[in-house]
């Protein structure tokens, strides 16, 4: 069955580059686009960017300068880097795969707390 | 951006129905296809896919949630609410890239 799981540490102190991994299972990174999307505590869903089947990425505005988005497609892997973090960027970390029929699995996701 | 505008809350009581809106501040329709789908969130879980494209129930989804609507305004309808479904809602769009999120709906009881 389709699983994504997102794994990295929960806690960054700021400045510091957050380092996140999506392992994927029952689908191929080559067929299907996977996504990330954070919330912060007690508040709604951003999109963050996206890793594209054919392995093109693209990312939101406000994010772009600080955050890099990789696969490898041999362990099945999403990797979402993201550098000069600061406090509002508390909080939990999605990774969904998405179809024509909206984000249809997400992963559990992971809380990371930016905290010196 | 395409903004989507939703109530922060509504109040209903078990065995109601309950409607939720959400605006999009553009048509997120093309042709026939209308590009909007709904989520809901319970505390402390990651978001389910209820409803894709306007008006399709997602697998596993009760027949009691229902979607409508096209252009820039449309509707989840839970009908009728139990107390299972107490929950936050968000409506997305992906008409257009950066695909973007209500800000989502608490449904709390009476």
């Known amino acids: 069955q389709v699983q994504l799981t997102e794994s990295g540490p929960g806690l960054v102190h700021p400045s510091e580059t957050l380092s996140l991994t999506c392992t994927v299972s029952?689908?191929?990174?080559?067929?299907?686009?996977v996504y990330w999307v954070r919330q912060p505590s007690g508040k709604g869903l951003e999109w963050m960017g996206r890793?594209?089947?054919?392995?093109?990425?693209s990312y939101n505005s406000a994010l772009k300068s600080r955050l890099s988005i990789s696969r490898d497609t041999s362990k099945n892997q999403v990797f979402l880097k993201m550098n000069s973090l600061q406090t509002d960027d508390t909080g939990t970390y999605y990774c969904?795969?998405?179809?024509?029929?909206?984000?249809?699995?997400w992963g559990q996701g992971v809380m990371v707390t930016v905290s010196s | 951006d395409i903004v989507l505008t939703q109530s922060p809350a509504l109040a209903v009581s078990l065995g109601q129905r309950a409607t939720i809106s959400c605006r999009a501040s553009?048509?997120?329709?093309?042709?026939?296809?209308?590009?909007m789908h709904w989520y809901q969130q319970k505390p402390g879980q990651q978001p389910k896919l209820l409803i894709y494209?306007?008006?399709n129930l997602a697998s596993g989804i009760p027949a009691r949630f229902s979607g409508s609507g096209s252009g820039t305004d449309f509707t989840l309808t839970i009908n009728p609410v139990q107390a299972d479904d107490i929950a936050t809602y968000y409506c997305?769009?992906?008409?257009?890239?950066?695909?973007?999120f209500g800000g989502g709906t608490k449904l709390e009881l009476k």
């Open positions: 494209r306007a008006s």
């Open positions: 997305q769009q992906s008409r257009e890239s950066p695909p973007t």
């Open positions: 029952g689908f191929s990174l080559t067929g299907y686009s």
């Open positions: 553009q048509s997120v329709s093309i042709s026939r296809y209308n590009l």
């Open positions: 969904t795969r998405v179809t024509t029929e909206g984000f249809d699995y």
């Open positions: 890793m594209r089947y054919n392995g093109d990425t």
